[in-house]
Structures are given as structure tokens and as C-alpha cells.
């Protein structure tokens, strides 16, 4: 929220008192829950709850005023005057004399109430789950819950939108990514200049016009339970869509099953085996399977040279691990130079090879056995690869083509 003026601080100390009041009622949240930390499926319906989504998930994120980007120009609706682009008044998690802010203020470059009547887009396909007027300081609010996928994980992320001056949408509805929903507006009273107020809130239990500093909240709580709007949507201006692949494999190492899928419906399920270390794969050496989303960029099928050559059973499906999500935790605990995460991310993303060669290790993919294994002995057989039945990759290696989109959780 952005002060058209500086007040007294009593005023100030009486606009926090009611950041919490008016709209209060539920938004069918899902108490206690985070985004970003989603209830575990039990193992039989794992991949059914990985591609399910109660409504369109998003293919990305864009900016909620102006172009995409966040920039273009724009029209004052009263006087008819051009004006270029959009500016930041308000940063995430910047204090100032009504607490923390949970989110960021955009106005238009004009200044003022240049921007009032300007249109407000959804950041992203989703559903709108409130959109109602929440009265003084908040006005018309929208919430849109929003369904993405990130590395091995499907998550969910609300982006709030406050003081409209027009509701477009109705709850319930689903949104499409760069749809009008609202307007720009002011606060009832106008104790501000017309400016959206845009949060992006990982806690989907936070009443709509819950503000943290009335409930004594720091920074650290609005950092873990809210994102920053700007660099969020910064880092996920483009979300894969999982069932929408032409060829998508799905491995859950705790139910030792695997999936194909083939625009979306599945062709088979399968048993498969892992590394020999239990745990997610995370340096070279440590004989564990990976988790994350990666890419089929090889395959080879015949005879294997080197001693270990018979284990491969014959059928080698590489994927391109290590992934841009392995490299920056590579990148944070100092195993991989800032150079090598970078090589990496832009491999990863043309879904080509990686780097190879780092203390991440490489050479992850499918593979047959040395010996048909039985299914109800050892499940951790290989140096960190998925172990296939010898029959079923035999039947499998055409149907997993290069390109294919594999994850494993």
C-alpha cells in the first residue's frame, strides 16, 4: 500500500489496526499449508496427483500492468495524456510507517492518479478463488490461485490484487495468463494514489486483507510465507506443462514404479530399480538416483564397452543431469564455479547435454541389468541410473524418444 501523504503517527498507528478488518472470509484455503510444500500423495496415486490440477496451470508468469514485461505506455483516462511506462513505489518487504510490506506497488509513471482506470491482468492462468470488496484501505480485492511445476515438484502460488476500481472476474472462474480482471483503483476513503497493490502469497490460510505487521510478523515470516513479486515472476516467465508433452516418463523412486506417457495419456507402467545410495543424488561418487525435471538426449542400444559394459543389459536412455536446479544448489554450496551453474542452465534449458564433468557428477539415465532381477529383492542395484526389466526396456527404448521429458521424484 502507497501514503498519497505522510500522516500523523497516530493516523499511521490507526491504519494498522485495521490492515486486518473488513474482508475476512475464507478463500477455500487449505489451512496450514505452504505452497512450495505440497502433502505427499500416498505412492499408488503419485502420478495422477502430479498432473492433476483443479484448473489450467500456468505456462508462465507476465507482469500484471502494462505490457508482459511490465513496461509500455499508457493513456491518463481523465485529461487523455501519454504517458511511458510503469515504476515500483512500494518494494517487497520494504519497511516503511505502516509495517513491512507484503508485496509491491505499481503506478504508472504519470504519478498521482494517472494510472486510475487502467487494466489490471492475471500474472498467470488460474482460478480466481475471492473477488469482492473488502471496504476501507483494501477496496475490490482478487485473489486467482495459480497451479505451476518446478523441477520435480507441482506447487501453488496466490497473487493478490487491491484498491480496484472495477471487478472483471467472479469467484470461481478460471483466468487466463495476460487477462483483464480488473481496473486500477483507490482505497475507498482515497487516502492513497491510485496504484495496484500486487502480493504473490505462498500461504494459501491468509485471510484476504491479512496484513503481517498488525499480527507482529518480521521480515523473515513475510519472506517465507510470501514471494517477491517482481523476481518471481522474473524467474518463471515460462512454467513447463508436464502432460501437454508429446513424451513424458515419470519415476517415483518411492514406489519403485514408472510411467509413459504420450500426449497425455499413459501407455504402461512399470517396476524399476535405483542407486545403490538411498536419498537424492547429489555429488559425484554418492551412487544415488536424482530428482528433478530432465531431458532424454541420448540413447544407445547394442553392446557396451568397458568392464562394466553388460550391466547396461544392452540399452543406454541418457537424460541431462545435472538440471539448473542442481547447479544453483551446487552453485550455493560451492562444489560448482558461477561459470559452470551458467553453462549448465542454458544446456539444461535446450534440453541439451550438461556439464558432465563437476562435482555433480553425470551419466544418469535408463539401463537393462547384468541379469534379469527379481522385483521382490534388493530395489538399489545400479551407481545411481534407473534399472529397468531387461524385457521391458527391450519394448520401451522406441517409445522413449530423445527430447522425451523425464521426472523423477
Known sequence: ?????????????????????????????????????????????????????????????????????????????????????????????????????????????????????????????????????????????????????????????????????????????????????????????????????????????????????????????VREHYASPSDFIQKHRKSPLPRREESLVLVDQESYKMRLYRKGQMQGEYEVSFGQGKGRKRVQGDNKTPMGMYFVIQKHRGEFSGPYGTYYGGHWIKINYPNKYDAAWGRAERIISLQQEATINASWKNRALTKQDTGLGGGIGFHGWIKEWDAEGPRHLSWGCVVMHIYDIKRLYEQIPEGAMVVIF
Open 1 to 221: 500500500m502507497q501514503r498519497k501523504r505522510k500522516s500523523a503517527t497516530f493516523f499511521t498507528i490507526f491504519a494498522l489496526l485495521l490492515w486486518s478488518n473488513g474482508c475476512s472470509s475464507t478463500v477455500n484455503s487449505r489451512r496450514g499449508s505452504l505452497a512450495g510444500q505440497p502433502a505427499r500423495a500416498t505412492s499408488a496415486n503419485v502420478f495422477d496427483n502430479y498432473l492433476a490440477t483443479e484448473s489450467e496451470p500456468a505456462d508462465g508468469f507476465d507482469f500484471p500492468v502494462g505490457n508482459a514485461d511490465g513496461k509500455g505506455a499508457y493513456v491518463d483516462t481523465s485529461t487523455g495524456k501519454r504517458y511511458d511506462g510503469w515504476y515500483i513505489a512500494t518494494n517487497f518487504a520494504e519497511e516503511y510507517s505502516l509495517g513491512i510490506h507484503p508485496g509491491e506497488d505499481w503506478n504508472g509513471t504519470g504519478g498521482g492518479d494517472t494510472d486510475l482506470g487502467q487494466s489490471v491482468h492475471a500474472v498467470a492462468n488460474g482460478r480466481v478463488v475471492f473477488a469482492q470488496d473488502c471496504g476501507r484501505l483494501w477496496g475490490n480485492v482478487i485473489i486467482v490461485e495459480h497451479t505451476f511445476y518446478e523441477n520435480h515438484e507441482k506447487l501453488k502460488i496466490r497473487s493478490l490484487y487491491a484498491h480496484l476500481l472495477e471487478i472483471k472476474v467472479a469467484s470461481g472462474k478460471e483466468v487466463r495468463r495476460r487477462q483483464v480482471i480488473a481496473t486500477v483503483g483507490q482505497d475507498p476513503e482515497k487516502t492513497y494514489h491510485a496504484h495496484l497493490h500486487l502480493e504473490l502469497r505462498w500461504d494459501d490460510a491468509l485471510p484476504p486483507t491479512y496484513w503481517p505487521t498488525s499480527e507482529g510478523k518480521d521480515q523473515a515470516w
